[in-house]
C-alpha cells in the first residue's frame, strides 16, 4: 500500500495531490504537464516535495513535518525511466545485475526475469546496440532485479514505434500476471493505461481530477 | 653521424621517467577526490581552493621549489617532522617526485574534472534508485565514464613532471644518480666544455617523450569530445 501527500510549487506548476492506493497497478494518468513524473520522483526521492508525507508499506519514506527523508539508494523502488537511462559502458547483463549486486541481493532471479522479458539473447550485447523496445526491457528488468518494493514506471512506451509498443506493452502485461509487485505507472495513452492498470487516478495541471477503476476509465475513454 | 646515449644520460633518462610515473600514480588519488569535489559539490572556500590548485601553473617554478624547502626540508615546518619518522624529502629523489606531484597536480585534476563533468547526472541517478552508494556510484559509473579523460590527464601530467627544471632544482639540487633528471642534466651539459653532444641527444629524447605524451592526450582528449551521450 502507498500513502502519497504532495505539494509542490515549480514556477509554473503547482502540484497537489493526494491519494492512498492498494491495488496492484495503479496508472497517474494526464497530459503532459500535470505533474505526473514529479510524483514518480518524489515517491523515489529525487525530489524532496516542499510539504507532504509519502509512505510505502507502512515505511515512512518522506514526511517534511516529521524531518524525515530516506536516501533514494535506500527507499527501495525500481524506477523505469521514460529514456532507459542503460550504463552505456556495461553490457546487458552487468546492466541488469547493477542493482542486485549494488544492494547485495542474491540474483537468483534472473533467469526468469530474463525468460520473461526475452532478454537470453541480448546478455552479451553492449547497450548502444539496442533497439528503443529492447532497451526498454532491459531497464524494466534491471528494475526488478534491485528487489524493489515499488516498481515506478515512467512512460515506458512513450517514443517506441508501433511494433516495439506492442511488444514491450505484451511484455509488462506478462510481467504483471507473473510477478507479485506493487507498481505505479504513469501515462497519458489510454490503451496501456486499460491494458495494464486496476485503478486510474486522473492528474490534470497538478491536481486530481478523478479517480476510477479500470472497467470504468475504459468506458470513460471509449475503448 | 650522432654518438650514442651514455650510461650518465641513461641514468638521467630512467629517473626523469621514473619520477615522472611514480608522481602521477601517487596524486591520482588526490586529483580523482578533488576533481570530484569541485565537480559535483558547492562548499564554503571553493574558490580559495581552485585558485591554490591554479597556484603552481602561475607561480614561477623555482618559487614553488622554494616553498616546498621551507615546507618540506630537514628543518621546513613538514619536514622536520617527517625527519622524525624517518622521511627525508630534500635533496632526495623522493623530493623531486614531490616536486614533480604538485607541478603537474593542476593539470590532472582539470583533465579529470572536465571528465567528470561530461557523466550524465541521469545515469547517476538511475544507479541511486537501484541501491548504489555514493562510492559505489563514483567506481562504477562515474570513473569507468570518465577514463578517457583521467588517462589524458595522466599523460599531460607525466609530461609536465617529465620536463620538470625549476622547482626540482630549487628542492632537490642536482645529484647524480639520485635527482639529476634529464632536464637538469641537459642545464649543465650546456655550461661543460663538450657538452653539445650530449645536450643534442638528450634535447632529442627529450622532444620525443613530450611529443608522444601530448600526442597521446591529444588523441585521447579528441575522442573523449567526440564521443556521443549513450543515452
Known sequence: MIEVAVRHAFEDLAIDVEFVADSRCVALFGDSGAGKTTLLNAIAGLLSPQQGRIVLDGQVLFDRAGQVDMPVAAREVGYVFQDARLFPHLNVRANLLYGARARGRATDRFEAVVDLLELGALLGRPTSSLSGGERQRVAIGRALLSSPRILLL???????????RVQVL??????????????????????????????????RAGQMAGRLDVAAFGRSQGL | ???????????????????????????????????????????????????????????PPVVTGYALLVLFGRHGWIGEWLAQIGVVLAFRWTGAVLAACVMGFPLLVLSIR?????????????????????WRRFVTIVVP??????????????????????????FVSSIPGETRTLPIAIY??????GGEGGVQRLTLVALAVAFAATLAAALLGGAMWGRGRHD
Not at chain 2, 579523460?149 to 622547482?167: H, M, N, P, S
Not at chain 2, 649543465?188 to 666544455?193: G, R, T, V
Open chain 2, 145 to 170: 565514464l570518465s577514463v578517457r579523460g583521467i588517462v589524458a590527464g595522466g599523460v599531460l601530467a607525466f609530461a609536465r613532471a617529465f620536463g620538470e627544471f625549476g622547482a626540482t632544482i630549487t
Open chain 2, 114 to 134: 572536465v571528465a567528470f563533468d561530461g557523466v550524465d547526472r541521469r545515469l547517476e541517478q538511475a544507479a541511486e534508485t537501484l541501491g548504489a552508494s555514493a
Open chain 2, 188 to 193: 649543465e651539459l650546456m655550461s661543460l666544455p
Open chain 2, 1 to 59: 653521424m650522432m654518438s650514442p646515449i651514455t650510461p650518465d644520460e641513461w641514468q638521467a633518462l630512467a629517473l626523469s621517467l621514473r619520477i615522472g610515473l611514480l608522481s602521477v600514480l601517487v596524486s591520482l588519488p588526490f586529483a580523482l577526490g578533488l576533481a570530484w569535489l569541485l565537480s559535483r559539490k558547492r562548499f564554503p572556500g571553493r574558490l580559495l581552493v581552485e585558485a591554490l590548485l591554479f597556484l603552481p601553473l602561475t607561480l
Open chain 1, 170 to 203: 505484451e511484455h509488462l502485461r506478462r510481467l504483471k500476471q507473473a510477478l507479485q509487485i506493487a507498481t505505479l505507472i504513469v501515462s497519458h495513452q489510454p490503451d496501456e493505461v486499460v491494458a495494464l492498470a486496476d485503478e486510474v487516478i486522473l492528474l
Open chain 1, 154 to 164: 515512467d512512460e515506458p512506451l512513450t517514443g517506441l514505434h508501433r511494433e516495439a
